[in-house]
């Protein structure tokens, strides 16, 4: 099946400094990527849809300022979490969409733990 | 607002029972509907998806979903676990009416399967 990687998979930061996570699909190009963001014992809540070549669509509550979004090519998409505080800290997840395919089915990265001091 | 439920949160099970674990959403019209697994280290992966047609899925490793519209579930199953099902399970749910792919996650059943 289709490859999505993430680096790096774990950082830790001091607060106020900016953090940038790749997402990259290896295998395939991707059109769509979405980025998740996961709390312990909690499920994954979509963060925001990143489009190549556009502006990414951030869910309701996200601020786009804080977690900037860019997709500048078909297999990579970076998350830059602006001047963390220790509540950012958690586990952001990308997925890529495989448009090939016809179907809807997403492909996970590995996950990115971030912990900010 | 859109919503995916799943009640039970750890499952213990020995090898060679029966599996089922729960899975609700709420309503939002025609729904495209998965089950993803996380094995411990390792990232997400698809297990297996409705879309249309059958309601009764079958997925890898020997899972089977059933699609109950009426019920608004998706409730995942496996007639015999392994001592490798050990697991978080993910179920999700795509609206089509948002037009959009994002998928909304229930909040995950950890199984445990003892040997």
């Known amino acids: 099946g289709a490859v999505v990687s993430q680096h790096p998979s774990r950082v830790i930061c001091k607060s106020g400094t900016s953090v940038k996570i790749e997402c990259r699909s290896l295998d395939f190009q991707a059109t769509t990527m979405f980025w998740y963001r996961q709390f312990p014992k909690q499920s994954l809540m979509l963060m925001a849809t990143s489009n190549e070549g556009s502006k990414a669509t951030y869910e309701q509550g996200v601020e786009k300022d804080k977690f900037l979004i860019n997709h500048a090519s078909l297999t990579l998409s970076t998350l830059t979490v602006t001047s963390a505080h220790p509540e950012d800290s958690s586990f952001y997840i990308c997925s890529a969409r495989d448009p090939s395919g016809g179907s809807n089915e997403q492909f996970f990265g590995p996950g990115t733990r971030l912990t900010v001091l | 607002a859109q919503s995916v439920s799943q009640h039970n949160h750890h499952v213990i099970l020995s090898e060679a029972a029966s599996l089922e674990l729960g899975c609700n959403y709420s309503?939002?019209?025609?729904?495209?509907l998965f089950w993803y697994v996380q094995y411990p280290g390792q990232h997400l992966q698809l297990l297996l998806k409705y879309f249309s047609g059958d309601p009764l899925v079958k997925g890898i490793k020997g899972f089977e979903a059933e699609f109950i519209k009426s019920k608004f579930s998706f409730n995942l199953r496996k007639p015999s676990v392994q001592w490798s099902d050990t697991a978080e399970y993910f179920c999700a749910v795509n609206y089509k009416r948002t037009g959009a792919n994002n998928l909304f996650f229930g909040t995950g059943t950890r199984l445990t399967v003892i040997p």
């Open positions: 309503y939002g019209g025609t729904v495209n």
